[in-house]
């Protein structure tokens, strides 16, 4: 871990850091899931509509009897089960990111808070160095609190 090449950091520094490093990676899998679970949906959606017009909408006379037999087909209603279902996993995964994000940015404004705060003589040496290493390598801004 980049971390511990560097010198002179205190366990807490190296834990809030790893914490915050943590709550990335769990922003972004949740971030990855969300969207793996609406490409899903809207495939699904794709090929529920082009064999809907394939097979029942093109030659439609009645619009009841052609609802009737989507209705009745059980690969249309399981279709329909799946489509739904991965956009409940959306709205789920939408949430979950949503309490993550704010989650990171607590933690972050509190290691930011501690980097630029600091008492510790060892710290003050490598506090742009621990920022710039965290940016570059995990994609986490400590230099201002908003994002």
């Known amino acids: 871990m980049p971390l511990e090449s560097l010198d002179n950091l205190s366990a807490d520094t190296i834990n809030l850091l790893k914490e915050v490093i943590k ?5 972004d ?18 090929i529920f509509m082009i064999l809907l017009y ?19 087909n059980p690969f249309y209603l ?5 489509i739904s279902l991965s956009f409940v996993y959306y709205n789920f995964f939408q949430k979950k990111l949503k309490k993550e994000k704010e989650k990171l940015n607590k933690v972050r404004t509190e290691a930011i808070e501690y980097l630029n705060d600091t008492k510790n003589m060892n710290l003050q040496d490598n506090v742009e160095l621990i920022k710039k290493l965290m940016r570059e390598e995990y994609d ?8």
């Open 23 to 27: 709550k990335k990676k769990k922003k």
């Open 29 to 46: 899998r949740f971030e990855n899931n969300r969207n793996l679970s609406l490409l899903s949906a809207l495939s699904l959606l794709l």
């Open 54 to 72: 394939l097979t029942d909408l093109s030659r439609v006379t009645d619009p009841f009897i052609t609802f009737a037999n989507i209705l009745l």
């Open 78 to 82: 399981i279709m329909i089960s799946l």
């Open 140 to 147: 986490i801004n400590l230099y201002v609190k908003n994002k």
